[in-house]
């Protein structure tokens, strides 16, 4: 009788024992699930902020001077992401891809009537492919930035800042083609805009010249135009990373707007 006793004791204490062990397993395995959830929403919520900042590019009518900080702010994510990035920099990180952004400006007809002011693409013209697209493919560098920048802050430089310069584009008519009776009133408006003399023939004699007065506000103008442009997002065409859910490429399209 005492032996059998002790047998349901011991019967006892191995079912007790194993109840303890599976709630700690069963609570180990619930604490598993809730930290991998918190994880996973952790990284839903760093997606969504991560593409909140692009899909609002995803629409009609964004302007080009809307593009212009998009670019940048591509680039900046690509090179501190890249494998080159240094310092405080991320570098090469798990499932990071690089963003691309594609621009169309239309075909060279529409162009050329569009953006240039004589049809003679000046600005654009060692930055856009044959079919007036631009691509930014995984670049840790803004070319598209660098590029016109370098031309457009020795324009602004030159003509009495971006104000002045601004001034003179708004006014190219009357600069270079104006009634026999306002020939001085382009040589006025040079000066109100520059501080600086001239003659009309003076800038006269730069049409059609590949650098000059007449060339330089022609270039200006092409920037303005591309600033004032309005593009379409082809939302078909956005692309996202299938394992990470992050936007990896946006496609836009000149859509026959400036104003």
Not at 154 to 164: A, F, K, R, V
Not at 228 to 240: G, L, N, P, Q, W
């Amino acid at each position: 009788m005492e032996n059998a006793s002790k047998a349901l004791i011991i019967a006892g204490s191995v079912l007790i024992a194993i109840i303890i062990i599976g709630a700690l397993i069963l609570m180990f395995n619930s604490l598993s699930n809730y930290q991998d959830t918190k994880v996973q929403n952790t990284r839903e919520a760093q997606v969504l902020e991560f593409n909140n900042q692009y899909e609002t590019y995803i629409r009609k009518d964004v302007r080009g001077s809307d593009l212009y900080s998009l670019l940048s702010r591509v680039v900046d994510y690509n090179r501190r992401k890249s494998e080159a990035a240094t310092g405080t920099d991320e570098g090469q990180n798990f499932k990071y891809q690089p963003m691309t952004v594609n621009l169309s400006f239309g075909n060279n007809n529409t162009y050329l009537e569009k953006f240039t002011y004589d049809e003679e693409k000046r600005l654009f013209n060692s930055i856009l492919d044959d079919d007036n697209n631009f691509t930014l493919n995984s670049s840790t560098s803004n070319t598209f930035y660098n590029k016109i920048n370098l031309k457009i802050e020795n324009i602004e430089d030159n003509y009495g800042g971006s104000s002045g310069i601004n001034n003179l584009v708004a006014g190219i008519s009357n600069l270079f083609y104006p009634s026999e009776d306002d020939k001085e009133k382009a040589e006025r408006l040079y000066k109100r805009c520059t501080g600086d003399d001239i003659n009309f023939t003076e800038l006269q004699s730069s049409i059609g010249e590949n650098q000059g007065i007449y060339a330089d506000i022609c270039t200006y103008y092409e920037y303005v135009q591309f600033k004032r442009a309005h593009f379409d997002c082809i939302e078909s065409e956005t692309k996202y990373n299938d394992e990470t859910g992050r936007i990896i490429e946006l496609n836009f399209e000149f859509n026959g707007k400036i104003e």
